[in-house]
């Protein structure tokens, strides 16, 4: 079976962001990548880039989250060099959104060459598709962690008045499980949370050892999470 799929509706704003950045600006911003270390800071490399080519950092955010991650992903599984997966694309995209094609198949046309490095192997959005490929590989990812606190009374038999606060704390973990949200709601007491404080503590600690090991070695180390701070 010849190789073909759906392609969702939010690609086409990202489609019309590459237009809308030109040929020259995507040569540009090709060579801005080349050499350039990965990270999973998608929003601080999109303000980089942006600021390099003058063109909205959000938009160019867009397309890489809607457009060159996804596509990069799809032509890696199908097994075809980076300018197959674009005459792929461009059939597809006349095929499945007739209305697009009519009023700008021929502005894709004219930046589809200089997009056909962003798809190539190894490239750096190949790369960046293969790296939140690995994090995305994992049965259940957290999303939110937070701790509540609370005092609860302890009243009299008769409800005339109070004989002691219980203060307690609920640690709530949000996370996905394929495509299900869920939450876990577990207590801990202070001995649990003086615990769960040695082992951030010393997960911070394996961190930055690994980062330096790696920076040795010449090998970039992806921290998740870093942006949130």
Known sequence: MANSFIIPKGAYAGFHDLIEIGPEKLARLARELAGRELTVDTSELAKKLGAAIDFSSDRIERAIHTVLIPLNSLRAAFRVSANEFLRLLTDLIAQQNEEWHKNYGNKWGQVAPKVEPFLAPNSYFAQLSKTFQLLANRHSVARNLKILTELRPVFDDELSSTKAMVLTSTLVVEYEEGDDSKSLHLTVD?????????????????????EEQAGKLGVPVLVVGTQRE
């Open 190 to 210: 202070q001995a649990d949370l003086r615990a769960l404080q040695v082992q951030l503590d010393r997960a911070e600690r394996k961190v930055q050892l690994l």
